[in-house]
């Protein structure tokens, strides 16, 4: 498992961080997506196997937001 963490601008109300999230979601390989919008980053656990961190950034750009990987790590 691998987290990546995105920078991620554009969130105007308390609805933005589920839309996030659920976008996310819905691509295999991830297995937990959490938004936080006060610190405009968006961290994602996944499974390098199945989705790279480019696609999920991809996902929340298309969702209607700003997105920039920041870091990614390694999970156990």
Known sequence: M??????TDGM??????????TE???????KAARTY????LTSVLYD???VDANTIRDRVANAGFEAH????SHGH
């Open 2 to 7: 691998k987290i990546v963490h995105i920078k």
């Open 12 to 21: 105007h109300c308390d609805e933005c961080p589920l839309r996030i999230e």
């Open 24 to 30: 996310i979601e819905h691509l295999r390989g991830v």
């Open 37 to 40: 919008r006060s610190m405009h």
């Open 48 to 50: 390098a196997d199945l």
């Open 69 to 72: 990987v920041v870091a990614g």
